[in-house]
């Protein structure tokens, strides 16, 4: 499986990765996650990411860039790869194709996760996220004590808001959206890869159809 997740912040891009890889055993590659890694570790990089991140304007695309080739690198990336978040632009589509090239593994979808603004407004804004597990809550629609039950924390999640899921950088980064990462749907549908799915349905129905808009064999799930 080579495929690309490609939709608004909140569409659940990083929901559905969680999915695949336990069904189907390929990495998650999200930009946005190792980018937050740099960060968290105070690299030079992850300094200067951080402002901008914060501000919920896209990072220079050499930077993401750089990451995603050494990524790609890894050996577990040969068993496939699903891309989340990234590419967020034509300039970056272009690089991935022309890197996909040299490794000789293109993309074989890429899937628009299909949503409307003022759901996701809802879903950004309600965001929170467990420190231990990393696993997503939503004060709105799955609030901790949500199935399943977290033996770990039982229930008791220490949350924590994404500095760019503040209301005030909500808009700048759906504003980011419209103007340099929706283009790639028409990028994505001239090459023949385009595949949407309905991202507003519950998360199991989601998920089922993005299996099928992707061919994936029903039995791995
Ligand atoms: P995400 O977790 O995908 O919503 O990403 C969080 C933030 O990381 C974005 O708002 C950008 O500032 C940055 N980021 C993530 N992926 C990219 C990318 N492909 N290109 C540029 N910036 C990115």
Redesign the pocket.
């Known amino acids: 499986m080579r495929i690309v997740l490609l939709g608004a912040?909140g569409s659940g891009k990083g929901t559905q990765s969680q999915l695949l890889i336990k069904a189907y055993g390929v990495p998650q590659i999200?930009?946005?996650?190792l980018?937050r890694e740099a960060v968290a570790r105070g690299t030079e990089l992850g300094v200067r990411a951080k402002a901008?991140?914060d501000a919920?304007?896209?990072?220079d695309?050499s930077i993401?860039l750089g990451m995603i080739r050494e990524r790609l690198a890894q050996p577990d990336a040969a068993r496939g790869f699903i891309l989340?978040?990234?590419?967020?632009n034509i300039a970056?589509a272009e690089a991935l194709q022309k890197l996909l090239g040299e490794l000789g593994a293109p993309l074989e979808a890429v899937v628009l996760m299909d949503i409307e603004m003022d759901v996701l407004f809802k879903r950004l804004t309600g965001r929170r996220i467990c420190q231990d597990s990393g696993r997503v809550f939503n004060v709105f629609t799955s609030p901790p004590g949500s199935p399943p039950h977290c033996a770990r924390c039982n229930d008791m999640p220490r949350l924590l808001q994404r500095p760019?899921d503040r209301e005030e950088v909500i808009g700048k980064?759906l504003e980011v959206y419209e103007a340099q990462t929706k283009p790639l749907v028409d990028y994505y549908r001239a090459a023949g890869l385009l595949r949407i799915v309905a991202a507003d349905a519950d998360v199991q129905t989601v998920f089922d159809n993005l299996c099928r808009a992707v061919g994936a064999p029903p039995a791995a799930q």
Not at 56 to 59: C, D, F, I, M, S
């Open positions: 912040p999200s930009t946005g996650d980018l901008v991140m919920g304007k896209l990072v695309d993401v989340d978040g990234f590419p967020r970056q760019d980064r």
